[in-house]
Nanobody, 119 residues
Framework: QVQLVESGGGLVQAGGSLRLSCAAS????????MGWYRQAPGKQRELVAT???????NYQDSVKGRFTISRDNGKNTVYLQMNSLKPEDPAVYYC?????????????WGQGTQVTVSS
């Protein structure tokens, strides 16, 4: 079973940057999709970005050009580089690992890390 631990959240001024890290207890190489989600107060959890085992990245429209998801398989870590942060970005950010089917199917979530943006 894979455990995911997020870190790197905090308080940043609008226009600033943060890098979130998601460290896995085991290899992430075989996990189909790693992703970042976020949930703001009073709102549903939403997809921010995903990256496949092959390195293909996809982003929510609102973060395109500002956020970058990446992975370091050697460190079993997924990153979310967040630049040009906006007041609309604050939320708890969650890391997810998902393999929908197969003998190694699984759906793993971290505990979340808080991102706060001041204006």
């Amino acid at each position: 079973q894979v455990q995911l631990v997020e870190s790197g959240g905090g308080l940043v001024q609008a226009g600033g940057s943060l890098r979130l890290s998601c460290a896995a207890s085991g290899t992430i190489f075989s996990i189909n999709v790693m992703g970042w989600y976020r949930q703001a107060p009073g709102k549903q959890r939403e997809l921010v970005a995903t990256i496949t085992s092959g390195g293909k990245a996809n982003y929510q429209d609102s973060v395109k050009g500002r956020f970058t998801i990446s992975r370091d398989n050697g460190k079993n870590t997924v990153y979310l580089q967040m630049n040009s942060l906006k007041p609309e970005d604050p939320a708890v950010y969650y890391c997810r690992g998902h393999t929908p089917s197969g003998f190694d199917a699984g759906d793993y979530w971290g505990q979340g890390t808080q991102v706060t943006v001041s204006s």
